[in-house]
């Protein structure tokens, strides 16, 4: 029995051994080259009988396979090591980056890992979030969408079932449907721009122009082809021979989203339209006397779809696309937009442009 248990120790141990080797092999070649440098300087050096010389290589190899056997015992060691942290970082077993811990000698490997978990996990919230985001935005689109396509459907229905031929509401109901086709195409064209825009796609014309001229003449075709009752729409007087370096039609995009958007929301008062001359670049202020809008709020004006109470309230027309492609234009031209606004005083969006 005793003769069976010191067997099975021996063949543990040789198992290990041969495992241990597996791990050390790659090393083979440069002890063997050590050890015969070290044969070769001992019979250079020294007169050696055939005898001495079969010990010296006899001993030479006995240290070599412990010194494999050594190396090969740590290497595997560090090996099952990192096996083990990748497994549990596989299986979600780990939760937090500081969970992951190696010996002194894998400090460097730790921090990598480190490093290389922490960008998974925030791939992982941005795969989440992007996810999220599809799931509101499908949402979003198809209540954007219904709604103006059950209107159109319930006008059409109508005159179908006789109001076609009643010459007191016919007209009014084709002019109902007509308005709401149009709203049902702003949707899909800033639907598009925005996939455009989000999708690396849409494509910049940069030159450089006039901006007095430019805010002007957008001031004047709102003037003439709006119905502006109440408000009083306004360019302040800057120096006319400034020139800036833009998209010039996204920019118009830019200005006439905000100035419709101002207008909105202003139902009597004034909007001025100013810049400010620095150094390196102009600063645009749209100004408005308007409603206002809540602290709460003002972060989040600028997502898509996104509707404050003032919006829900009282329906006012409108894609909620509007200022998510005047913030990705403006980003598109390494600029952002920021808002300033007071209940019942008004709001102020200002955004930066490089001057040529």
Do not use: W
């Amino acid at each position: 029995m005793k003769q069976l248990k010191g067997l099975d120790i021996v063949l543990k141990n040789f198992s290990k051994f041969i495992l241990n080797f597996k791990y050390s092999r790659i090393f083979i070649n440069e002890i063997l080259v050590l050890s015969v440098l070290f044969v070769f300087l001992a019979f250079l050096f020294f007169e050696i009988s055939f005898l001495k010389l079969l010990i010296i290589l006899l001993v030479i190899i006995a240290l070599n396979l412990l010194v494999l056997n050594s190396i090969g015992y740590k290497r595997r060691k560090e090996i099952n090591e990192i096996k083990s942290v990748i497994k549990s970082i596989r299986k979600n077993k780990i939760a937090n980056e500081e969970d992951i811990v190696l010996s002194k000698y894998l400090k460097n490997l730790e921090g990598n890992i480190k490093g290389m978990f922490q960008r998974t996990q925030n791939d992982i919230v941005r795969m989440e979030k992007l996810a999220q985001a599809r799931s509101d935005f499908l949402g979003y689109v198809s209540h954007e969408l219904r709604t103006p396509i059950f209107t159109i459907q319930g006008y059409l229905e109508t005159l179908l079932d006789g109001a076609i031929d009643d010459a007191k509401v016919n007209r009014i109901f084709i002019k109902k449907a007509l308005h709401h086709s149009g709203n049902l195409n702003a949707l899909l064209n800033d639907l598009i721009d925005i996939s455009m825009i989000e999708s690396g796609l849409m494509s910049l014309s940069f030159k450089s122009f006039n901006i007095y001229d430019f805010l002007k003449n957008i001031i004047d075709e709102i003037n003439s082809t709006e119905k502006i009752e109440g408000v009083n729409l306004k360019l302040l007087e800057f120096d006319k021979d400034i020139k800036v370096f833009g998209d010039k039609e996204r920019l118009k995009q830019v200005m006439n989203n905000l100035i419709s958007n101002a207008l909105k929301y202003t139902p009597k008062g004034t909007i001025e339209l100013s810049l400010y001359n620095k150094k390196k670049d102009v600063v645009i202020c749209i100004k408005d006397s308007g409603i206002g809008i809540k602290k709460e709020d003002q972060k989040r004006i600028f997502e898509r779809f996104y509707r404050t109470e003032r919006d829900r309230s009282s329906l006012v027309p409108g894609t909620g696309l509007g200022l998510a492609i005047v913030k990705h234009i403006l980003e598109a031209h390494n600029s952002s937009i920021s808002v300033k606004s007071e209940l019942g005083v008004g709001s102020e969006f200002t955004f930066k442009l490089k001057k040529d």
